[in-house]
């Protein structure tokens, strides 16, 4: 059983930054896909990035492609996404997500496991 707990959404301005940290529990951490989505009101759930066990392989959707950088800190049980130059369409609730696997994670959410609940990201123009 792994638990996953995000943090770091608040609001910020277009043009701004955020990372959004996901703590899981866990000895197994390692051999765990990671990947972010993200939801608004109304619309189905959205691939953000996924990364491999390693962090060696990573995925993005193109709409954030250049501007947000998935990581992991396999010590510290953590998956990070790092999102620049944030617009007001980034706005959502982002969830990570886990599934015990060596591939670099999976567009289709129905592929992961594991969810957190989910932290507010809000851009405004």
């Known amino acids: 059983q792994v638990q996953l707990v995000e943090s770091g959404g608040g609001l910020v301005q277009a043009g701004g930054s955020l990372r959004l940290s996901c703590a899981a529990s866990g000895r197994t951490f390692s051999s765990y896909a990671m990947g972010w989505f993200r939801q608004t009101p109304g619309k189905e759930r959205e691939f953000v990035a996924s990364?491999?066990?390693?962090?060696?392989?990573?995925v993005y959707a193109d709409s954030v492609k250049g501007r947000f950088t998935i990581s992991r800190d396999n010590a510290k049980n953590t998956v990070y996404l790092q999102m620049n130059s944030l617009k007001p369409e980034d706005t959502a609730v982002y969830y990570c997500a886990a599934r015990a696997a060596v591939v670099a994670g999976s567009r289709d959410p129905t592929w992961y496991t594991y969810w957190g609940q989910g932290t507010q990201v809000t851009v405004s123009s």
């Open positions: 990364i491999g066990w390693s962090g060696g392989s990573t």
